[in-house]
């Protein structure tokens, strides 16, 4: 009997190791027709649908790659990403810069492949725009 509760357990903890598969998302963000300097973008799961972890890429010029980490792909599902674009140019409490828009969401679905999305962030994005601090310094 104690074999089989230990072997069950054994069992049970190889199980619960296995990496579920990822997929992978790069692309580019632009705003007013320019790549965005600096930036982030972050996949949070629809969790009614699917579940998965919320994930955050940089930006930098105009680019995202969720490759650039292999272990931090995205578990298939659908996805609400949402983009912050800064200047780049780091100023005391502005680690990432100043925004240069506020930030917009959007949903994404992802699967097993690697997928390309390209956001393009509306002009409108740029107005009114609420400051947050990106630093603590």
Known sequence: MTRLLLLGLLL???GCSTKA???Q??????F???PV????VTFTPDVTIANGQVRQYVIKDGKYDSS???DDGLLPGR????????????VPMFYSGKQ??????QDVDIGLETVTKDFVVPESAGENIQYIETADF
């Not at 996805?79 to 780091?90: L, T």
């Open 68 to 70: 650039a980490n292999p």
């Open 37 to 40: 300097p600096a930036g982030e």
């Open 12 to 14: 049970a903890s190889v």
């Open 25 to 30: 998302i790069s692309g580019t963000v632009t």
């Open 32 to 34: 007013k027709g320019s």
């Open 79 to 90: 996805y609400r990403a949402r983009i912050a674009g800064y200047d780049g140019k780091q």
């Open 100 to 105: 240069i828009f506020n930030a917009i969401e």
């Open 21 to 23: 598969p990822t997929g």
